[in-house]
C-alpha cells in the first residue's frame, strides 16, 4: 500500500530482505504484510515456509524501521544474511544467532530442538493421561486430580507458544491460528478444573463413563501434543523442502590455488580476485567464473546445468565456478566472483521466485484475513445452541472446541509457497531457473511456443563450408577480406568466416568498421570498401547482383547452408557457405513439446531454404517456418502471433533475442547465451539443451497442480470439518490430529515434486 499522493518511482526503490520469526500460519503473514504496507511507499511480499519477507521500501524509509514495525506487529525480524555462502563462526550459524527460544516480539522461533523438548516432555504426561481418562480399568479413587496434575505441565509448559502467540495477537487486537489453538486447549483445561475444584469428590469412583463427568484434562492434553507434532513433523519437512537451495548454495569450491609470482598458493575460495590466475586439477571443483588461459579438459557442469555430459574447454573458452575439472590441468583467470558468479546469480534467480506470492495465493490471503474471527464466533455460537437446545454442557462445549481445533487454517497457509518452495528449488537442481510465481500461471495458458533457430535448435556452432567467387577473383582472397572484417563481429556466422580466413594467415587490418544486425557488416582494407553479409544489406551499400551472382546466391541456399555475400568496391567478389548442426536433442524435444499440445514455430534470420531443411528435420510443419528475419522483426513476429489471441513462449540465446523473449508471454533463454537474453527471461536454462524448455514447461505446470491440489485439501479439510465437528460429530482429539495431520500433508504433498523428472 502506498501514499496516493506521493507513490515512488519503481527506480527510487529499494529491496529489503527481513527474516521474521514467530509466524505461523496464513494470518501471521496477512498481518505482517499489512502492517509493512501502511508505511509510506512500502510493498512487502511474506513467505512461511522461508520465515521471510521481501520488502519494496522508498529510500526515506530506513531497515530500523522496518524491524521495528514487524515486531509492533506482534513478531521478530531482523536483516537477512546474503545468499552466497560466506564463512560463520561456530557461535554465528543460524541456530545460535539470536532467534533463540523466547525471542522478541511475543513469539518463539521453534528449532526443532526447543520444539522436540516440548513434545517429549508433553508426550510423556499426555500418554497416561490418555489411559486414565479413556479406560475405566485404569482408574483409581480420585483419578481426576491425577489427571489434572498430568494435564498441568503439558498445557503450560508443551502449549505455552500457543498462548504466548495468541496473547501477543490479543494485545494488537487480532487473531491467528494460535488463538484458536490457545482457546481450544485452555478452554478444555480450565472448564475441568473448576469442575474438579467445585465438586473435589467428582471422581471418588472408579469406572466412570465420559458422560458421567466433565473433565476435559485428556483433551487439553492430547490436542496439544498431537499439534506440537504436528508443528514439529512440519517444522522438518519445511526444513527438506529448502534443501535445494541451500545444496545449490553450496556446490561452490572451498579452496583455490592461485598463481602468485609463479608459485602455487592455496587460498578460500571466497578470497579470489578478478584477475587472479588459479590453477585447477582432476577431480577439483572451478573456484569461480573465469577464462582458461592454459591446459585442455572436460568439465562436468551436471549441478548446475543438469547435463550429464562433459564439456570440452581449452585455452579461451568460458568456464562457470562451481563446475567439476574431469581431466586435464587447467590454469583460469577470474573474471566473476563473489556476488557476480553464475552460481550466486542462480541463487538470487530462486530465492526471488520462491520468495514471491503468486497469484492463486491471493484467495488464501483474503480468506485467511477473516477466517479466525467468522471461526470464534462459529464455537461460541455452536456452544449456545448446543446448551439451548440439549442443556447438555458436555456435549455443547465438546462440539465447539473441536470447532475451535479442526477449523485451525495451517494447511493453508503453507498450500501456495511450500509448493512454491519445493518446486522451484527442484527446479534449480536440473538447471531450470522459474523467475518468479507468476510463471506458474503463465504456462497453463500457453498454446504456442517459438523457437529461434541459431543455438537454440541448432548447436550455434557455425563452419565454413564453401566459397565460391566470380571469375577472376580467388575464393580464398574473398575469403581474407570477409573473414578480416567479419572478425570484428560477435555473431556466430562471423566468427565462423573469421576462423575459416584465419587458417589461411593473420588477417588484415580493418578502419571505419560499421555493422547492421542481421544484415552485415563492412570495413576499409588497403583503401578498399569490403561489404560482407546479406543481398538487401550488399544492396543499401551500393552493390548490385547480376543474373549469374543470383544464380550462385540461389545454389548455395538450395544446398540447405547460410549465404553470405562478398563485395569490393561496389562489385560482387563472392559467395562463402557457412553451416550449422541440428542439437542431437532437438528432434525429440519438440516432438514432447508437440505432445502437450503446443503448436512449435522455427523463427530465423536465414533464409527459407535453410529454415526449411532445419524444420524438416526436427519435424515443425512448413507453415510455421518463419524464415529471413531480422533481429528487429522478431518482435513484430511475436506481437502477430499475439495479434491472433496466441499466447506465447519464446526461447532464445542471443543479445538479438532478448527484445522477443521481453515481448513473449513466457520468455526462455538458454543458459548458454548471453546475460541480457537472460535477463529478459522469465525462465532460465542454465544448459544448452532444448529438451530442458519441455522439462521447464512441465515442471512449472507439476508445481502449480501441486499448489492447486494443496489449496484444495486445506478448503476442503476446513469447510467439512467446521460443521461436521458443530454437529457434535467430531471428538475434539481426533479434530487436533486431523488439523495437524493436515498442515504435514500438505508439505509431504509437495515435497513429491522432489522426485521431478527421476526415472
Known amino acids: 500500500m502506498t501514499s496516493e499522493t506521493d507513490t515512488p518511482s519503481p527506480l527510487d526503490l529499494r529491496t529489503v530482505d527481513l527474516?521474521?520469526?514467530?509466524?505461523?500460519?496464513?494470518?501471521?503473514?496477512?498481518?505482517?504484510?499489512?502492517?509493512?504496507?501502511?508505511?509510506?511507499?512500502?510493498?512487502?511480499?511474506?513467505?512461511?515456509?522461508?520465515?521471510?519477507?521481501?520488502?519494496?521500501?522508498?529510500?526515506?524509509v530506513t531497515d530500523e524501521t522496518l524491524i521495528e514495525t514487524v515486531k509492533a506487529a506482534g513478531y521478530s525480524a531482523n536483516l537477512k544474511a546474503p545468499l552466497h555462502p560466506e564463512p560463520r563462526s561456530p557461535g554465528n550459524t543460524p541456530e545460535?544467532?539470536?532467534?533463540?527460544?523466547?525471542?522478541?516480539?511475543?513469539?518463539?522461533?521453534?528449532?526443532?530442538n526447543h520444539l522436540l523438548r516440548r513434545l517429549v516432555v508433553s508426550a510423556i504426561f499426555t500418554i497416561p493421561l490418555f489411559v486414565i481418562s479413556m479406560i475405566p480399568a485404569a482408574q483409581f479413587p480420585h483419578w481426576g486430580w491425577v489427571t489434572f496434575a498430568l494435564a498441568t505441565p503439558v498445557v503450560l509448559y508443551g502449549a505455552w507458544p500457543f498462548h504466548k502467540a495468541a496473547a501477543v495477537n490479543a494485545r494488537h487486537?487480532?487473531?491467528?491460528?494460535?488463538?484458536?489453538?490457545?482457546?481450544?486447549?485452555?478452554?478444555?483445561?480450565?472448564?475441568?478444573?473448576?469442575?474438579?475444584?467445585?465438586?473435589?469428590?467428582?471422581?471418588?469412583?472408579v469406572g466412570m463413563k465420559m458422560s458421567e463427568h466433565a473433565l476435559y484434562f485428556e483433551t487439553a492434553g492430547v490436542v496439544a501434543t498431537l499439534l506440537l507434532l504436528g508443528r514439529y513433523l512440519e517444522h522438518r519437512a519445511k526444513s527438506s523442502a529448502s534443501d535445494a537451495l541451500k545444496s545449490l548454495l553450496n556446490l561452490g569450491a572451498k579452496e583455490a590455488v592461485v598463481l602468485r609470482d609463479g608459485a602455487e598458493v592455496k587460498i578460500p575460495a571466497d578470497q579470489v580476485q578478478v584477475g587472479d590466475q588459479f590453477v585447477v586439477r582432476p577431480g577439483e571443483k572451478i573456484a569461480t567464473d573465469g577464462v582458461v588461459v592454459d591446459g585442455a579438459s572436460a568439465i562436468d557442469t551436471s549441478l548446475l546445468t543438469g547435463e550429464s555430459v562433459p564439456q570440452k574447454v581449452a585455452e579461451g573458452d568460458e568456464v562457470t565456478g562451481a563446475t567439476l575439472n574431469t581431466s586435464g590441468r587447467l590454469v583460469i583467470r577470474a573474471t566473476r566472483v563473489g556476488a557476480d558468479t553464475t552460481l550466486a546469480q542462480m541463487g538470487r534467480l530462486v530465492s526471488e521466485a520462491q520468495s514471491g506470492k503468486a497469484p492463486i495465493a491471493r484467495l488464501a490471503d483474503r480468506i485467511s484475513a477473516v477466517f479466525v474471527p467468522i471461526v470464534l464466533g462459529i464455537a461460541v455460537l455452536t456452544f449456545l445452541v448446543w446448551w439451548l437446545a440439549t442443556g447438555d454442557s458436555y456435549a455443547a462445549f465438546t462440539a465447539s472446541v473441536a470447532v475451535l481445533v479442526i477449523a485451525c487454517p495451517c494447511a493453508l497457509g503453507l498450500a501456495t509457497p511450500i509448493g512454491l518452495l519445493v518446486g522451484t528449488g527442484r527446479g534449480a537442481q536440473l538447471g531450470i531457473l522459474i523467475r518468479g510465481p507468476q510463471v506458474l500461471e503463465d504456462t497453463r495458458k500457453l498454446d504456442t511456443i517459438v523457437l529461434d533457430k541459431t543455438g537454440t535448435v541448432t548447436t550455434g556452432v557455425m563452419t565454413h563450408v564453401g566459397t565460391r567467387a566470380v571469375h577472376g577473383v580467388h575464393p580464398d582472397e574473398a575469403l581474407a577480406l570477409a573473414g578480416a572484417v567479419e572478425h570484428h563481429s560477435e555473431h556466430p556466422i562471423a566468427q565462423a568466416i573469421a576462423a575459416a580466413a584465419a587458417q589461411l594467415g593473420p588477417l588484415a587490418q580493418v578502419s571505419d568498421f560499421d555493422s547492421d544486425p542481421g544484415g552485415g557488416v563492412k570495413g576499409v582494407i588497403d583503401g578498399r570498401t569490403v561489404v560482407v553479409g546479406r543481398y538487401s544489406w550488399l544492396q543499401s551499400q551500393g552493390t548490385e547482383l547480376d543474373q549469374a551472382a543470383l544464380d550462385m546466391l540461389a545454389e548455395a541456399e538450395q544446398a540447405g547452408a547460410t549465404a553470405i555475400l562478398v563485395s569490393v568496391d561496389h562489385q560482387f567478389q563472392a559467395v562463402i557457405s557457412v553451416a550449422d548442426k541440428v542439437k542431437e536433442t532437438s528432434t525429440k524435444a519438440i516432438s514432447e513439446l508437440q505432445q502437450r499440445g503446443l503448436r512449435v514455430v522455427?523463427?530465423?534470420?536465414?533464409?527459407?531454404?535453410?529454415?526449411?531443411?532445419?524444420?524438416?528435420?526436427?519435424?515443425?510443419?512448413?507453415?510455421?517456418?518463419?524464415?529471413?528475419?531480422?533481429?528487429?522483426?522478431?518482435?513484430?513476429?511475436?506481437?502477430?502471433?499475439?495479434?491472433?489471441?496466441?499466447?506465447?513462449?519464446?526461447?532464445?540465446?542471443?543479445?538479438?533475442?532478448?527484445p522477443a523473449l521481453a515481448q513473449a508471454d513466457l520468455g526462455i533463454a538458454m543458459g548458454s547465451g548471453t546475460d541480457v537474453a537472460i535477463e529478459a527471461a522469465d525462465i532460465t536454462l542454465m544448459g544448452n539443451d532444448l529438451h530442458q524448455v519441455a522439462q521447464a514447461i512441465a515442471l512449472s505446470e507439476k508445481t502449480l497442480s501441486t499448489i492447486k491440489m494443496n489449496l484444495f485439501w486445506a478448503f476442503a479439510y476446513n469447510t467439512a470439518g467446521i460443521p461436521i465437528a458443530a454437529l457434535g460429530l467430531l471428538n475434539p482429539m481426533i479434530a487436533g490430529a486431523a488439523m495437524a495431520a493436515s498442515s504435514v500433508l500438505v508439505v509431504l504433498n509437495s515435497l513429491r515434486l522432489r522426485n521431478f523428472g527421476k526415472k
Open 19 to 60: 527474516e521474521i520469526q514467530g509466524m505461523t500460519c496464513a494470518s501471521c503473514v496477512n498481518r505482517v504484510e499489512r502492517k509493512l504496507g501502511k508505511l509510506p511507499g512500502v510493498s512487502a511480499v511474506v513467505n512461511l515456509p522461508l520465515e521471510s519477507a521481501k520488502v519494496q521500501v522508498p529510500a526515506e
Open 602 to 658: 522455427l523463427l530465423t534470420g536465414d533464409n527459407k531454404s535453410v529454415a526449411a531443411k532445419v524444420a524438416a528435420q526436427v519435424g515443425i510443419k512448413p507453415e510455421d517456418v518463419f524464415a529471413g528475419v531480422f533481429p528487429a522483426d522478431k518482435v513484430k513476429a511475436i506481437s502477430g502471433l499475439q495479434a491472433e489471441g496466441k499466447v506465447v513462449a519464446m526461447v532464445g540465446d542471443g543479445v538479438n533475442d532478448a
Open 96 to 112: 545460535h544467532s539470536g532467534h533463540d527460544e523466547g525471542s522478541g516480539g511475543g513469539h518463539e522461533h521453534l528449532v526443532p
Open 173 to 205: 487486537l487480532a487473531s491467528t491460528m494460535d488463538t484458536l489453538v490457545s482457546l481450544g486447549v485452555l478452554a478444555a483445561y480450565l472448564f475441568s478444573a473448576i469442575q474438579l475444584i467445585l465438586d473435589p469428590m467428582m471422581t471418588a469412583h
